[in-house]
């Protein structure tokens, strides 16, 4: 059990040679024989299996405790509105160019209700990274009308993800094309804006009621 205990990351993203992209926060715990896993932030959950597994040896809330305590943190921002909370977060502020960056974004209802519908396409959650020159990501919203449930307090969260494409006849079509292969996020040198939106509407007329929500930060690679 040791053994593939030694196989997952200290954030949990990674497992042997294979990336994950997880649905939500990791978080790993290991008795005697078995590994148990939860991908989530209900804290009555965590707090059961610390206490009947011990702490987590890996997952999202020991590579924060870890980044906290030798100074590193993670670069995030916070912007609410409309009785929401909308955090977008990097790993690190300064990578070197093959260094693979994190990115990722939790969205949290706070206001009165103990749910809230939100209406939206797909995704609802979008990102975007651009150095304000020739590195632009775009990604296309699905326009297909979804209505989704979100619980008060509940802490939703969404990795960043390539989505795209390029075109076979532009002159910087290869590197597009390796850029669009490759699972992990690498980026060339320069100073880059990292952003992400809420696209959603608080009634179904979404054009009439956006959520108001964005988020920008700043990420520098080197050689």
Known sequence: MENDAALVSTCGSQIGNSSISWAGFPHFFKKDSIIVYYIGENERIIDFLNDNLGESFAGYSLYVSMHEHIGLGTNSITHSANDFELTLFSDKKVYKTTDAIHIWATLKYVGDN??????????????????????????????????TVLEKGELYHFDYRKIGGWYNDAPDASFWESFYQERNLYLPEGEYTV???????????????????????KIKVEQ
Request: hydrophobic share 35%; charged share 20%; glycine share 8%.
């Open 114 to 147: 103990d749910t809230i519908t939100i209406w939206h396409g797909k995704p609802y959650i979008l990102f975007s990274i651009t150095d304000g020159k020739d590195f632009n990501t775009i990604v296309f919203i699905q326009q297909i009308l979804i209505e």
């Open 195 to 217: 952003s992400v939106s809420g696209e959603f509407g608080l009634t179904e007329k979404t054009s009439e009621s956006p959520s108001g929500l964005l988020c920008e930060l």
